[in-house]
């Protein structure tokens, strides 16, 4: 199968998908704005249903509505699943007037690089294979509207993925796209409440009648994040709001706690001991409680994965498009939910760029057109390695 046979259609597409990858990026996206996360998901059904495509929609209660673009198969093998999210981090209005600019090659705005370039190269690369008429698998580009927070979805965001995604021979992530690597491995992320509660008195007349939260909590924090080491389990006490006033012994004092963790059983380890300090007890009359708010799971680095990163590394390094290594990041993604499932998974494949969750975030223009080349061959490399034989 001639893997390059959709690059002539890329070209000439990459200025309508330019186009189209500023307009969504205009349109500011922040994960608890559900009418704007919408705004953006009418934006990609209209488009994508445009182009011949079939878009599912499911709304959700809290969060934007998910949306799932299908491209039907020409081939009798199993499909293959593009993934990115349409929700961003900062408020409307963060990145002022204009949203969108492109100067010397370079995209600036809110989620042009995470993720929403990713969003452009999944549909510049289906619209490529639908065009050009090179047989095909069927290509599932599943988008979530709340992969930078998680909460407003919930655990029905991780089900809509698995689901999805589910009978596929690979995942490719269209998440911010990094110079030289692809990522095989993510770290998960557990947010955690620890509230403690003391004995407020004057801190004059009557210091040692009373039971300082703060102190309790200082020397929790410090047991909290004993554990941490460059290569397991980092636990960030990030927040910490307590006390009325200076001159009170505090009644109480909150902890938000961010614990990062590379598998399952790391994550089982980081629960367990944040459970352990929040029972225990350093100053005498005080009490603590601890409140699971959230819980992503890691991508586990698996063989699959790496198998996986070797064939598009492979393919990218044959064709002239780019030299890559593999990387463990300690940022999560929705990579983590195919990998659950043991679909081979690799991420980061959107445009490539820098400066994700600032004011500064930016893509390079380019690299829409050379990411796109490269899913395109990594799915007709698949798909005839996969492809079903027919029996007679």
Not at 286 to 300: E, G, K, N, T, Y
Request: include cysteine.
């Amino acid at each position: 199968m001639n893997v390059t046979a959709a690059f002539p259609c890329i070209e000439r597409e990459i200025p309508r998908y330019l186009d189209f990858w500023k307009e969504i990026v205009r349109l500011e996206s922040p994960s608890w704005d559900r009418a704007a996360v919408c705004a953006v998901a009418d934006c990609i059904a209209q488009f994508a249903a445009a182009q011949g495509f079939t878009v599912d929609r499911t709304p959700q209660p809290r969060a934007g509505d998910t949306l799932r673009i299908t491209l039907p198969g020409t081939l009798d093998a199993p499909p293959v699943a593009l993934m990115a999210h349409m929700d961003t981090v900062h408020p409307v209005g963060s990145f002022g007037d204009p949203v969108v600019r492109a100067e010397n090659g370079v995209l600036y705005g809110p989620g042009v690089f995470d993720c929403k370039g990713g969003i452009a190269v999944g549909l510049l690369c289906m619209d490529a294979l639908h065009r050009c008429g090179v047989p095909h698998p069927e290509v599932r580009l599943v988008l979530d509207p709340d992969e930078e927070n998680g909460t407003y979805i919930g655990e029905a965001g991780g089900q809509f993925i698995r689901d999805a995604v589910q009978g596929c021979m690979a995942a490719l992530n269209l998440e911010s796209g990094r110079d030289g690597s692809l990522t095989v491995g993510r770290k998960g992320v557990l947010r955690a409440e620890l509230t403690v509660r003391g004995i407020a008195a004057h801190a004059g007349n009557d210091y040692f009648s009373g039971a300082s939260a703060i102190r309790e909590a200082a020397h929790k924090i410090l047991e909290l994040e004993r554990i941490s080491s460059p290569e397991g389990i980092t636990v960030n006490c990030g927040l910490i709001r307590g006390g009325s006033a200076v001159n009170t012994v505090p009644e109480d004092c909150t902890v938000d706690i961010d614990v990062r963790f590379k598998n399952e059983a790391q994550q089982e380890e980081a629960l367990a001991h944040l459970r352990r300090v929040a029972e225990a007890a350093f100053v005498p009359g005080v009490s603590a409680s601890l409140r699971v708010l959230h819980i992503h799971p890691a991508m586990a680095c698996t063989a699959a994965n790496l198998h996986l990163f070797e064939t598009v590394s492979g393919l990218a390094r044959e064709l002239g498009l780019e030299d890559l290594v593999p990387m463990e990041r300690g940022g999560c993604s929705d990579s983590a939910y195919p990998v659950q499932l043991g679909i081979p998974t690799v991420c980061s494949l959107g445009p490539i760029g820098r400066y994700e969750h600032t004011l500064q975030e930016q893509a390079d223009i380019g690299t829409l057109g050379t990411r796109a080349k490269l899913l395109t061959a990594v799915i007709l490399h698949l798909a005839a390695a996969n492809e079903t034989e027919d029996p007679k």
